[in-house]
């Protein structure tokens, strides 16, 4: 799998969290959780923005 940019992500995101129901959303994070933790990251910045996306997705979506 290439790495995309990472607004490709978000808009991805974004798109799928629009129809998705509670479950949906939370299964959606978890697959986000893990792949954030595949991609290794010495960057602090790009670290909390992906806790920061996961967090959003748990506690009701992203806007």
Same mark, same amino acid.
């Given at each position: 799998?290439?790495? #995309?940019?990472? !607004?490709?992500?978000v808009?991805?995101? *974004?798109?799928?969290?629009?129809?998705? =129901?509670?479950? !949906?959303?939370?299964?959606l994070? $978890?697959? +986000? $959780?893990? $792949?954030?933790?595949? +991609?290794? =990251?010495n !960057? +602090?910045?790009? =670290?909390?923005?992906k806790?920061?996306l996961?967090? *959003? #997705?748990?506690? @009701? @979506?992203? *806007?």
């Amino acid at each position: 799998m290439t790495n #995309l940019p990472h !607004d490709y992500y978000v808009n991805l995101v *974004k798109i799928l969290l629009k129809k998705a =129901s509670y479950a !949906d959303k939370y299964r959606l994070a $978890e697959v +986000i $959780e893990r $792949e954030a933790m595949r +991609i290794a =990251s010495n !960057d +602090i910045a790009v =670290s909390d923005a992906k806790v920061a996306l996961v967090t *959003k #997705l748990v506690m @009701g @979506g992203v *806007k």
